[in-house]
């Protein structure tokens, strides 16, 4: 039966309590039964002045950054707007349903004003994390590492092309602090890469911010040094992939006791060629043995660390796998081993191990689904903010 609702009570004066218009599992009464924001005055106490006009509640203004990100909230602006009209979100923010809500410029100004190269989010990031590990949510016994890239913004057509250390290096003509990210041969963007570690239970134990053209490899030191200073559990495995496999963070994780969960990573020789593991290295007497059974003798070390081997060319011009060996103009093989090559190794035959499996197998459960959500829900796909500090 077709019902007219004939009664208009958009007029209407009534009593009501701005607690009962919440729903019990909204999230941010959950997060408000959950986190006492107070702790946020003492880290902000030296930013303000005793003197001038009231400022806005410090606590409000943070409190407005996690609405636009805890759901995906495209800018300040409309946030501002969401909030104007939420219940739940007023009812968050301490704010009546008549009260007037802050500009959206207002946390810029403050940030420029108040907040700019302090350390504040990473200060609130951090006591909140204290807390769910002193309550036993933490479970940093394996640490997931991987990164993801955060879409800058930034035209990809309008860059200039600048040398840094004898190389060419694509810069943002909008926002420089950007990279280049490529993420296969035909998509490319200027982007900044978001290095993330978390734990067992999808918390998020620390990140790295770095430009898009930055390797993981690269980034992953500050990335550990920051999770081991801060760390007070005992990690027994950190799952990587093979971006990170280098010799140097091998040794970094297995030196700290720590076991790398690594994937396998294919050989980057040419196809047609024979893989470097066809050249068999003989500890003992210190050389390589080459398909053919010839001997590449040690030449000597380069400054990356890379111990080097070369054959004898007399030997090679008369061989007949010449043509899938090598391409040297004086017809002679070059094979490198780095000085930590035994830590690669060990790795290597770690990987197998079912614990260590394991343990690699959850990334896509964890550290990938922390990205997703990232991504999906909280509107992490790409900024429109500029500059590293900021992002």
């Known amino acids: 039966m077709l019902t007219i609702r ?8 009534i009593n009501v309590i701005l607690d009962g218009l919440v729903p019990e599992n909204h999230l941010v009464r959950k997060i408000e ?10 880290k902000v106490k030296d930013l303000y002045s005793p003197l001038g006009a009231p400022s806005i509640d410090p606590v409000v203004l943070i409190k407005i950054v996690l609405i636009q990100y805890l759901f995906g909230i495209p800018s300040m602006r409309q946030t501002i707007r969401e909030i104007e009209v939420n219940v739940a979100y007023r ?13 959206f410029s207002t946390f810029n ?14 200060s609130i990031f951090k006591e909140i994390l204290a807390r769910a590990t002193k309550c036993g949510f933490v479970d940093s016994s394996n640490i997931y590492i991987d990164s993801t890239h955060i879409k800058a913004s930034a035209n990809k057509k309008k860059y200039t092309k600048v040398e840094v250390k004898k190389k060419e290096k694509i810069e943002s003509n909008t926002d420089k602090d950007s990279g280049m990210f490529f993420k296969n041969e035909k998509e490319k963007c200027f982007a900044y890469l978001a290095h993330t570690a978390c734990d067992n239970n999808n918390f998020i134990l620390d990140f790295h911010i770095t430009s898009g053209n930055i390797h993981d490899s690269v980034a992953f030191s500050d990335l550990y040094q920051k999770i081991k200073n801060n760390s007070k559990q005992h990690t027994t495995a950190i799952a990587i992939d093979a971006g990170y496999i280098t010799p140097y963070i091998c040794k970094t994780l297995l030196d700290d006791g720590i076991i790398p969960a690594i994937p396998y990573k294919r050989p980057m020789t040419k196809k047609g060629f024979f893989k470097k593991y066809e050249y068999v290295y003989d500890e003992y007497y210190d050389c390589y043995i080459c ?9 000597t070390t380069n400054r990356d660390g890379y111990r080097e081997y070369k ?12 043509n899938i060996c ?6 002679q093989k070059l094979v490198t081993r780095h000085i930590w090559q035994n830590y690669l190794e060990e790795a290597d035959h770690l990987r197998h191990k079912p614990y260590v499996k394991k343990v690699y197998s959850k990334r896509k459960e964890t550290i990938e689904r922390v990205f997703a959500d990232a991504k999906e829900k909280h509107g992490m796909r790409y900024t429109k903010l500029r500059g590293l500090s900021k992002i």
């Open 311 to 322: 054959s004898n060319p007399s030997d090679c011009k008369s061989c007949e796998h010449l």
């Open 91 to 103: 009812w968050f923010l301490g704010y009546s349903l008549t009260e007037k809500i802050p500009h």
């Open 291 to 299: 398909p053919n059974n010839k001997i590449l003798k040690y030449s």
């Open 6 to 13: 004939k009664e208009n009570f958009r007029d209407d004066e």
């Open 326 to 331: 090598t391409n040297s103009k004086n017809k």
């Open 33 to 42: 039964n959950a986190i006492d924001f107070s702790f946020i005055y003492d």
């Open 109 to 122: 100004k403050n940030y420029e004003r108040r907040f700019k190269n302090t350390d504040l989010f990473e």
